[in-house]
C-alpha cells in the first residue's frame, strides 16, 4: 500500500474520491486539501516502475497507454496489448463468472485453480511467506504453482491477469529492448526462464498467455534450488500467435498477429538475448515450452555463446535418461544392460527428440564410446509420430528425427512398414520400454496396452509423460490393470498410486524435468561456468539416477518424492559444479574464484552449494536514505 500523507489517512471518504479520481482523472474532486482544478490536469506521480504497477492509487494494468508506458518506464512490464478500462471490466466480470460455474460443475479439481489464485495473491503481498508455504508443502503446492494447474492457468490468463509478474518483449519492440531491459529494477538477475508460448505443454500455441510457465518454472528455482526470488525474471517474448481462438479473442492481452517467422523471428529473439546479457552478463536463460522448430535451432545457435539451456530438450533428456536406468535396475540388471533395452518412443518433437539422443549417447557410452557403438545402438529405438512409424521412406522427414527413422528392409522383417500405428509397432517389437512425449492423452490405447502384455521384459516400464493431466498417455490405473501389475509407470504430471489389492500398491513416479533443471541452473551459477556443456548434464542426469536406492527401483520407485526436491536440486548442482570444475569451465561464483573451486573435495562443493541456498526468512530491514 502507499504511504497516506497524513491529513488523507484521516478521512476514509475522501480517499474513496481520490480513488475515483485516479480512476477517473476528468472528475473533479472538491475537498479542503485539494482544491478544484479543470478537468485535465495530470496527476502528478513520484514514482516509476514497478512502484506504479503496486500502487493500487495509480495503477492501470493494461490500459497504461504506449507513451504513457514509455514516459513511465514501463515498457515491457505488461502485455503488449492496451485495452481501455471497459474492456479490463469486461474481462474481469468473464473471469468472475467463471469462476462461479467452475465452482458449480467446473473441471475436475475445481479446487486447483482457487488455491492458485490465494497463493498467488501471497505471492503478489509477501514472497518470502509465499516460498515459506511453498517449500513447506511443496508436495501438496507444486501441482498448483507448477504442472498441471499451470496449464489452466496459462489457458485462462486473460482473465486471471491481475498484477503483472515478469517482462515482455515483444515484436512492437524491436530496436527498443536494450533499453527497456532496464525497466527491470533488480540490478542483479541469475535465472531467467523465457517462453515464446508456441508450446505450452501439451495444450499448443497459447501466446502471450505462456508467461505462465515461465513463473511456475522459476517457482521451482527458488523453492527447490534456493535462488533468490528477487534474483528470478520470468520473461514472455511475444511473436504473434498461430492460435485462431486467440487472435480472434478481444480479451486476449497479446499481440493479436500471426507468429512472425524465418529470419524475423530469429531478430526479436537475438535482440533479446543480446539485451538481458548486455545487462546481466552473468545470468542463466532457460529456454521453455518453444515450439520444436525453433527449439533445436535456437540450442545450437546460442548454447556456445550464451549460459543457456533448453529444459524440455535437455532437461527432459536427462529426467528420462535417470528413469531409464532406473528401469533397467528394477529388472534386477545392471545399469550397463541399458543397450540391450528395446525402446518404443512416441512422439518426435522437442522432447522425444531430445530424449531420444541423449539415450543412444548413453547406450554408446556404455558400449566403447566409439563410432560403431553409436552407430549400433540406434538400432534400440523406434519411434512413432503423428504419421506413424518413422522410417527412411518417410517424405520430408524431419532433420532431427532422421538418425532414428529405421530402415525399411529391415523393419519390413519384424513385419512393419513406413507409418505403422503405435499398436502395431509395439505388438512386433515387444518392447522394455514405451515412453510418450506426444502430448496425445489417452494415445496408449487399451489395444497399445495388451499389446504391451508381450514385452519381452520381466518388468516392463511405462512413461506416459505428456503434460498436463488429460495429455498424459494413459493413467497409471489403465497401466497397472492392462498390462499387469509388475510394471514400473511413470507420468510427467503427478497422479495417486494405485492400490492393486492384497494390500499391494503400483507406484506412480513422477517423470518431470522439475527433477533437473532447478539443479542445472543452481549448479551452473555456482560454477561460473559460461556454459551449460553436455558434460554437466550427463553429470545431473547421472547425479538423479544414482539418487534412488536398490531397495527403492525393486520397489517400482524409479524417481524420488517431490517432498525432497529441495535435497535433490542440491546434489544436482553440487554435481554439475564437479563437472564444470573438471572441464575447467568452472570460472567461480562472488568471492568463490576458479582457483579456491578447483580446491574443494565432494564433501565441500555440496557444502558450498548448500550455503548458497536462500531460505525464506525475513531478514532485518534498516531504512537509510538515498
Ligand atoms: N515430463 C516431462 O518432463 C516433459 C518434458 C517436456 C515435454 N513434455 C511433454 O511432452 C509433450 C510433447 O512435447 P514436445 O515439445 O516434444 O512437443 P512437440 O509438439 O514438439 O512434439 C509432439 C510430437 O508428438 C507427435 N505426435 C502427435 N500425435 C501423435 C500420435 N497420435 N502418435 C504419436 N506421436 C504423435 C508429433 O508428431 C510430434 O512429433 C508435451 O505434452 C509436453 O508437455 C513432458
Ligand atoms: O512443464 C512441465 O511440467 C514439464 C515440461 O517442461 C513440459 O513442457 O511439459
Ligand atoms: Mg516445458
Known amino acids: ?57 495509480f495503477n492501470k494494468g493494461t490500459a497504461f497507454s504506449m507513451t504513457e508506458r514509455d514516459r513511465l518506464d514501463l515498457r515491457g512490464l505488461l502485455p ?10 469486461e474481462r474481469f466480470m468473464v473471469d468472475l463468472k467463471r469462476l462461479e460455474v467452475q465452482a458449480r460443475d467446473g473441471p475436475s479439481d475445481p479446487n486447483a485453480l482457487a488455491k492458485w489464485r490465494i497463493l498467488n495473491r501471497l505471492h503478489d503481498r509477501n514472497e518470502t511467506m509465499y516460498y515459506k508455504v511453498l517449500i513447506a508443502n511443496i508436495e501438496e503446492y507444486a501441482p498448483i504453482v507448477y504442472t498441471p494447474t499451470v496449464g489452466i492457468v496459462c489457458q485462462n490468463y486473460s482473465g486471471l491477469f491481475r498484477r503483472p509478474r515478469g517482462m515482455y518483449f515483444s515484436a512492437e519492440d524491436r530496436g ?9 529494477p533488480a540490478d542483479q538477475v541469475d535465472m531467467i526462464v523465457v517462453t515464446d508460448g508456441s508450446r505450452i505443454l501439451g495444450l499448443g500455441d497459447l501466446g502471450v498467455q505462456g508467461i505462465g510457465i515461465s513463473i511456475g518454472k522459476l517457482d521451482l528455482y527458488v523453492a527447490a534450488a534456493g535462488i533468490n526470488p ?41 535482440e533479446f538475448m543480446e539485451a538481458v546479457f548486455t545487462r546481466w552478463p552473468h545470468v542463466i536463460v532457460q529456454f521453455e515450452d518453444f515450439q520444436s522448430k525453433w527449439a533445436f535451432k ?103 528425427a532422421l538418425p532414428f527413422a529405421r530402415k525399411v528392409k529391415e523393419v519390413g522383417r519384424q513385419g512393419l512398414g513406413e507409418g505403422a500405428s503405435l499398436a502395431e509397432v509395439v505388438r512386433q517389437v515387444k518392447p522394455d520400454v514405451l515412453l510418450g512425449l506426444s502430448a496425445v492423452g489417452g494415445l496408449f490405447s487399451k489395444e497399445v496396452l495388451e499389446a504391451m502384455k508381450c514385452s519381452t521384459s520381466t518388468r516392463p516400464a511405462i512413461f506416459a509423460m505428456s503434460n498436463p493431466t488429460k495429455n498424459a498417455e494413459c493413467t497409471p490405473e489403465e497401466a497397472f490393470s492392462i498390462v499387469g501389475d509388475n ?32 539443479g542445472v541452473g543452481l549448479g551452473t551459477l555456482l560454477s561460473g561456468s559460461s556454459i551449460v556443456s553436455d558434460g554437466m548434464l550427463q553429470a545431473a542426469a547421472e547425479c538423479l539416477a544414482a539418487y534412488m536406492s536398490e531397495d527403492d527401483v525393486i520397489n517400482g520407485k524409479i524417481y524420488p518424492s517431490i517432498s525432497s526436491i529441495r535435497d535433490i536440486t542440491k546434489q544436482v548442482a553440487a554435481a554439475v559444479v564437479k563437472e564444470a570444475i573438471e572441464e575447467d569451465l568452472a570460472e567461480g561464483y562472488r568471492e568463490m574464484d576458479a582457483r579456491e573451486l578447483k580446491r574443494l573435495n565432494k564433501e565441500e562443493i555440496e557444502e558450498y552449494v548448500q550455503n548458497n541456498m536462500w531460505s525464506p526468512e525475513y531478514p532485518t530491514l534498516v531504512y537509510k536514505k538515498e
Open 176 to 184: 527498443e529492448m536494450m533499453s527497456m531491459v532496464y525497466n527491470w
Open 1 to 57: 500500500m502507499p504511504n497516506f500523507p497524513n491529513q488523507i489517512r484521516a478521512s476514509s471518504s475522501l480517499i474513496r474520491r481520490l480513488r475515483q479520481r485516479v480512476a477517473n482523472p476528468g472528475v473533479l474532486i472538491q475537498t479542503r486539501c485539494f482544491t478544484t482544478t479543470e478537468g485535465h490536469r495530470p496527476t502528478i506521480v513520484h514514482k516509476r516502475s514497478l512502484d506504479i504497477l503496486h500502487d493500487p492509487w
Open 298 to 400: 535456437l540450442l545450437q545457435r546460442y548454447r556456445n555463446t550464451y549460459r543457456m539451456f533448453n529444459d524440455d530438450v535437455q532437461g527432459t533428456a536427462g529426467v528420462a535418461i535417470a528413469g531409464l536406468l532406473g528401469a533397467v535396475r528394477a529388472q534386477g540388471r545392471p545399469m550397463i544392460d541399458f543397450p540391450k533395452q528395446k525402446i518404443v518412443v512416441a512422439g518426435a518433437g522437442s522432447a522425444g527428440i531430445g530424449v531420444l539422443n541423449a539415450a543412444r549417447k548413453t547406450m554408446a557410452r556404455m558400449l566403447g564410446n566409439n563410432e560403431s557403438a553409436f552407430d549400433s545402438a540406434r538400432s534400440q529405438f523406434w519411434v512413432v509420430d503423428a504419421k506413424g512409424l518413422i522410417t527412411e521412406d518417410r517424405e520430408d522427414i524431419d532433420p532431427d
Open 487 to 518: 510394471i514400473i509407470f511413470a507420468s510427467g504430471s503427478p497422479f495417486n498410486d494405485v492400490n492393486l489389492g492384497n494390500g499391494h500398491i503400483g507406484h506412480c513416479n513422477q517423470g518431470n524435468n522439475m527433477y533437473l533443471f532447478p
Open 230 to 270: 528477487q534474483r528470478v525474471l520470468p520473461v514472455m517474448i511475444d511473436v504473434g500467435t498461430n492460435n485462431e481462438k486467440l487472435l480472434k479473442d478481444p480479451m486476449y492481452l497479446g499481440l493479436q498477429e500471426h507468429r512472425l517467422d524465418g529470419d524475423e523471428y530469429v531478430a526479436v529473439v537475438d
Open 80 to 89: 503488449p496489448n492496451v485495452v481501455s478500462s471497459d474492456q479490463q471490466i
